[in-house]
């Protein structure tokens, strides 16, 4: 068993994401373990850029409400004590709500080459954003 500290909060950076984000690691595996976990709060309509996962991520919202969006334009709205399933390889962008802050663990695998998990791709349009935000669910 370990104990293990508390690490700092880093805001994120501005070519992956819209609007202010801070993550605050709180677990990245080692052998056998290939989890990480990270603390991801989110600002009033801040979000990620599209991006994809080799092993997928789960994300379990902590606090206020939240959005996920797929290429397909399906648009989930989340809020505290709800955890969405992104499968692996599937694009999508992930954030709040346009009116209120949103706290989720963001977890995930890391790819088992050894490679980074995350492929970064483009901002989400700011139109795509908006019409997001105003979908009902």
């Known amino acids: 068993m370990e104990l293990l500290p508390v690490r700092p909060t880093a805001k994120t950076p501005a070519s992956l994401f819209t609007g202010d984000v801070y993550l605050t690691p709180i677990y990245s595996g080692t052998g056998p373990s290939r989890m990480t976990v990270a603390l991801v709060r989110f600002t009033p309509g801040a979000h990620t850029n599209w991006h994809s996962h080799a092993v997928g991520q789960t994300l379990h919202v902590t606090e206020g409400?939240?959005?996920?969006?797929?290429?397909?334009?399906?648009?989930?709205?989340?809020?505290?004590?709800?955890?969405?399933?992104?499968?692996?390889?599937?694009?999508?962008?992930?954030?709040?709500?346009?009116?209120?802050?949103?706290?989720?663990?963001?977890m995930l695998e890391a790819a088992p080459d050894g490679g980074d998990p995350t492929t970064w791709l483009e901002p989400v349009s700011d139109e795509s954003y908006k019409q997001a935000d105003a979908t009902p669910n």
């Open 65 to 106: 409400v939240g959005l996920v969006g797929t290429r397909d334009g399906t648009v989930l709205r989340n809020h505290a004590g709800e955890t969405v399933v992104c499968p692996p390889g599937e694009e999508h962008w992930h954030g709040a709500a346009g009116d209120t802050f949103m706290s989720h663990l963001a």
